[in-house]
């Protein structure tokens, strides 16, 4: 993806997708540092210097086509961040990638995900004419896998032991999503603007 091209926020009826910007640093800070958060994302910082170094990787896989994040928002707050979604590993000549996500924990069991993740797949799908959404979530983490799964995922098959936490090694449920799948369900789009956003 070119670096000149305007960042795509994404509205949904309740939230905007943006970009996240340095501004977010102390709120992603907040989130990489809550075990509550971080405990199946496989990623937590201890310092606010440190989390700088999330904000750098959202910027380099935007910038090299591997990748975009997007912050999440309420519609009329759209400079408070609840969470964010996105797509990384992205292969664009095999039009595939994994998808993940993190919401503050205030925010779980309300649809707030539901709704985000069915806009970004809406836009990745149609958009980025990907063909394949892959994730990956720990069995112990049923409200994520139930998640996709109520978002149309399939569940490909179980990892065994390919992750280390910690000590110990941990499984991993495959799941995917082609975009004629996607299609086939009847999910209204999200509105799609690209307007260039702050840094």
């Not at 591997?66 to 400079?79: A, K, S, V, Y």
């Not at 590993?89 to 539901?114: L, N, R, S, T």
Request: one cysteine or more; hydrophobic letters at 35%; aromatic letters at 12%.
């Amino acid at each position: 993806m070119s670096e000149k091209s305007p960042f795509p926020l994404i509205q949904t009826p309740q939230f905007l997708l943006r970009k996240i910007v340095a501004d977010d640093l102390c709120t992603i800070f907040r989130g990489m540092s809550d075990p509550r958060v971080t405990e199946y994302y496989g990623i937590s910082y201890e310092t606010l210097e440190l989390t700088q170094a999330q904000l750098d990787w959202f910027e380099l896989i935007y910038e090299t086509g591997t990748g975009i994040w997007w912050g999440i928002c309420h519609r009329d707050e759209p400079q408070h961040l609840i969470g964010t979604c996105g797509i990384n590993e992205w292969e664009q000549d095999d039009h595939c990638a994994e998808a993940g996500f993190w919401i503050f924990p205030e925010y779980w069991g309300k649809g707030v995900m539901h709704e985000c993740l069915s806009a970004m797949l809406d836009y990745c799908f149609t958009k980025l004419s990907l063909h394949r959404m892959q994730s990956m979530v720990e069995p112990d983490n049923p409200a994520s896998w139930k998640l996709i799964e109520k978002l149309g995922f399939q569940l490909e098959g179980i990892l065994r032991e390919c992750e280390r936490k910690g000590d110990r090694y941990v499984d991993l449920r495959c799941y995917s999503l082609l975009a004629r799948e996607w299609r086939n369900r009847t999910q209204p789009s999200a509105t799609i603007m690209h307007l260039p956003t702050s840094t």
